[in-house]
């Protein structure tokens, strides 16, 4: 069993920061390939951002995100973050932190909803214009 505890979101202006956190329980955190998703109001959960295991190279991005997200992980505090940069506020919607804990067995970084086994809860993004 893996907890996820996101935190992190709030209320910002259009070209604003913020950087999300996920906390993760377990001893096998540096194993799982972790993800960043948002739904909007009305519209499918959508993968932002993920990152491999630990032993591999590979992260992924959202087009409409490139460029101004990054995902980092920390493996020694079980944490990964979103540093979300120049915020629109089409980026305004909640933020679940996702974790693969079957990572292994892909080729890459998961892309879809399916790959990823845990969620956290969930943390609201409002940008404003």
């Known amino acids: 069993q893996v907890q996820l505890v996101e935190s992190g979101g709030g209320l910002v202006q259009a070209g604003g920061s913020l950087r999300l956190s996920c906390a993760a329980s377990?001893?096998?955190?540096?194993?799982?390939?972790m993800g960043w998703f948002r739904q909007a109001p009305g519209k499918e959960r959508e993968l932002v951002a993920a990152?491999?295991?630990?032993?591999?190279?590979?992260?992924y991005y959202a087009d409409s995100v490139k460029g101004r997200f990054t995902i980092s992980r920390d493996n020694a505090k079980n944490t990964v973050d979103l540093q979300m940069n120049s915020l629109k506020p089409e980026d305004t919607a909640v933020y679940y932190c996702?974790?693969?804990?079957?990572?292994?067995?892909?080729?890459?970084?998961?892309?879809?909803?399916?790959?990823?086994?845990?969620w956290g809860q969930g943390t609201q993004v409002t940008v404003s214009s």
């Open positions: 990152t491999s295991s630990s032993g591999r190279t590979s992260t």
């Open positions: 996702a974790a693969d804990t079957l990572s292994k067995y892909r080729a890459s970084v998961g892309r879809r909803k399916i790959d990823y086994d845990y």
């Open positions: 377990g001893r096998a955190f540096s194993s799982y390939a």
